[in-house]
């Protein structure tokens, strides 16, 4: 399966800041998705987006899809200290078996 | 979204034990997969747990080294057989409604081998 691929960076934002993160992957898909990981336990879906579509949101999160460049971007407004955490994507390439990238760290500084 | 409990949370074992992993859903689900992330690392899909028939595990994992179980469509397990301390991980079962429909994950067993 293909694997989706964070750029490899720690973030380190103050508060109220925004923090934006990509992926890319290698082959083709049917959806991305993005998942936050706090401290190592469960993760939490944020968002699905579509191989057909191109940006969605959900309150302070907005996903774009550039199908044609393989990528992804997520982003988070205004940043809150809980939003400290991993941030991973991953890929379906239809068959619901998700592919992961690496993750990436976000820490927002009170 | 379905509510889905791991059980044990975290276990410490001894070398060349096995450990069985439960995954209950409170709503019948279609799809339940296991994954493992190792320490630092990202999630790597082990196998797709099917109801009623054997599991579909992905390359480079074996049913001798984790079995997986799945008798009704709320329930599955995952074994950890004949553990080594490279098996130190945290194990994931997640759930799936099928196609474009976001899967949702377990909290998770951290499992540590001495």
């Known amino acids: 399966s293909q694997q989706g691929e964070e750029d490899p960076q720690a973030l380190s934002i103050q508060e109220g800041e925004n923090a934006t993160m990509n992926c890319s992957y290698k082959t083709s898909i049917n959806n991305l998705q993005w998942y936050r990981q706090n401290s190592g336990r469960g993760l939490v879906h944020l968002i699905l987006?579509?191989?057909?579509?191109r940006e969605k949101h959900s309150g302070r999160l907005r996903v774009t899809l550039d199908t044609s460049k393989k990528s992804s971007s997520l982003l988070i407004t205004a940043s809150r200290a809980a939003d400290t955490a991993s941030y991973f994507c991953?890929?379906?390439?239809?068959?619901?078996?998700?592919?992961f990238g690496k993750g990436n760290q976000v820490v927002v500084i009170p | 979204s379905a509510v889905i409990s791991q059980k044990p949370s975290r276990d410490i074992c001894q070398r060349g034990t096995s450990l069985t992993i439960q995954c209950q859903v409170d709503?019948?689900?279609?799809?339940m997969f296991w994954y493992r992330q190792q320490p630092g690392q990202s999630l790597t899909l082990i196998a797709t747990?099917?109801?009623?028939?054997?599991?579909?595990?992905e390359s480079g994992f074996v049913i001798d080294k984790f079995p997986i179980s799945r008798p009704n469509l709320t329930f599955s397990t995952l074994t950890v057989s004949n553990m080594s301390p490279e098996d130190s991980s945290i194990y994931l079962c997640s759930v799936g409604e099928g196609a474009n429909q976001p899967q949702h994950f377990g909290d998770g067993t951290r499992l540590s081998i001495l």
């Open positions: 709503s019948q689900v279609t799809m």
């Open positions: 747990a099917n109801q009623g028939s054997e599991a579909t595990y």
């Open positions: 991953a890929t379906d390439d239809g068959n619901n078996r998700l592919a």
């Open positions: 987006i579509r191989s057909n579509e």
